[in-house]
């Protein structure tokens, strides 16, 4: 693992000085310090610093999100890639990753990105919101997707492009840990039309042995997605991670959150982790157990269960919550609408959750 930020010549902090945009949400403190207000970690930062996520920096007591109009190569995917099974199956989405995270999990699936010190400064381009815009126009695609590495602490460029975007007659999707203030999950929910959320695990001494954040603000924000904005399409996906969370306590906190604060009608992914970044001495998740999580989700009153990072299984389609029926048929990424119309049940005539 490379460490670019200790390297003189690829300094990114120094080059983007002059490049950066005021932080939205922040207060000055006495001695020219900062603190941060966008996630729950309220960073206090002294002058020439940065917070934990190492993208926004006190620079002569103001703060500056490093990373504005950065990101990683953007490419055009499935929305099935962000575990989003209820919204335009098949749909194309433009995905926009950038750099840093508020979190730093042991096994972070994406974490040369998420973890800014080890990217390297030749996977960082350049793009206003206009070009992002103009791209997904040209190439016909409906959906942003805010993606990747955690896009909180992307926020003021999501925030900015996410509402011209809507202007412009495309949908936003915001996939994230759901590590974030109150202020700014507020401000989101104007311009945001799907999250999706990683929950790790419903377990407060996990979070803070395994990722470095609170177990607590991730579920307060995800009740208040749900609760008080029902127009906002919401999944949720748990990343079962071998010798940590594929064990049935966890299966079953996991179930209980959602059943008793979200409802069975919100969407749940048991996606299997591959061994990465400080967590390699594990094999990859077994899918009997992302099936088996699948299965007690089912038998617990959730109505659609999924298994992920898996390509064939019958654990990827969806089934009529009532009759069993195959609604819609998934082979890897690629769905097919099999036996519904609208969002009618073609076999008992129920009401399915899917959004067009
Ligand atoms: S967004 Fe970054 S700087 Fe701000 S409080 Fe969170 S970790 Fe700290």
Known sequence: MTDYTKCPTHNLHK????NTKKAYLYERLS?????????PR?????????????????????LYA???????QITTEFIETEAIFHYRPGANILSLGNF???LNCMY????????????????????SSNEVIQRAKKDNIEILSWTYNDPVVWYEYVVDTAKKAREAGLKNLFKSAMYIGQDALTELTKHIDIFAVSIKAIDEDYYTSFTKGDLLPVLSACEYLVKNHPEIHVEISNLV??????NLESYDKMIDFVLEKLGPEIPIHFTRFHPAYKYNHVPRTPVEDVALARERALERGIKYAYVGNVFDHEGLNTYCPNCKNMLIKRYGLKST????????CNKCGSNILLKH
């Open 337 to 344: 609408i099999v036996d519904m119309t609208g969002n009618i």
């Open 66 to 72: 490093l990373s504005y109009e950065k990101a990683v």
């Open 31 to 39: 001695g020219d310090k900062v603190r941060c207000h966008l996630c």
């Open 42 to 62: 309220q960073c206090i930062i002294p002058v020439n610093s940065v917070g934990f996520c190492k993208v926004r920096k006190n620079l002569s007591g103001e």
């Open 241 to 246: 991670v071998t010798d940590l969370t594929n």
């Open 100 to 102: 840093g995270c508020n």
């Open 108 to 127: 972070c699936q994406n974490w040369n990105v998420s973890q800014f010190q080890f990217t390297s400064p030749d996977w960082i381009h350049t793009y």
């Open 15 to 18: 080059t983007w000085i002059n």
